[in-house]
């Protein structure tokens, strides 16, 4: 669009520094902004957890645990790298060390295997 231009300063919106804090981050790997609630999810990689800020700067965990516990369990992540939403704040994850795309409910305390069968590999039902 026309009406872009460059800034050469920026504020942070999600990202208070290196640490397990709700707004704090560690090595984020993918993003996703939902157009129509304007609402901004984080695959926060090491963390094991996908953030959300809300247009009005609150920050919560919407899947995975807030406190950063990987697992291999429907309620936690393992590294997820990748993550989309749709308009009613539901989650697909690509949950990348658990070799799984998992889908979480708005609220929900654990996401449910959609694809992957927790081993890597070549087969219909694995991923590499």
Request: aromatic content about 10%; glycine content about 12%; hydrophobic content about 30%.
């Amino acid at each position: 669009p026309g009406n872009l231009k460059w800034s050469t300063t920026g504020i942070t919106i999600i990202g208070n520094g290196y640490g397990k804090r709700s707004d704090q981050l560690q090595y984020p790997e993918g993003l996703f902004i939902e157009p129509k609630t304007q609402i901004l999810y984080v695959a926060d990689a090491s963390n094991n957890r996908i953030q959300k800020r809300y247009p009005s700067g609150e920050i919560k965990t919407a899947a995975g645990q807030a406190n950063g516990a990987g697992g291999s369990t429907p309620n936690k992540l393992y590294s997820p790298g990748h993550v989309f939403a749709d308009e009613n704040e539901n989650l697909f994850v690509a949950d990348m060390m658990n070799q799984r795309i998992q889908y979480w409910e708005k609220d929900a305390k654990h996401g449910k295997t959609v694809a992957g069968n927790g081993s890597d590999g070549s087969a219909l039902t694995e991923f590499n």
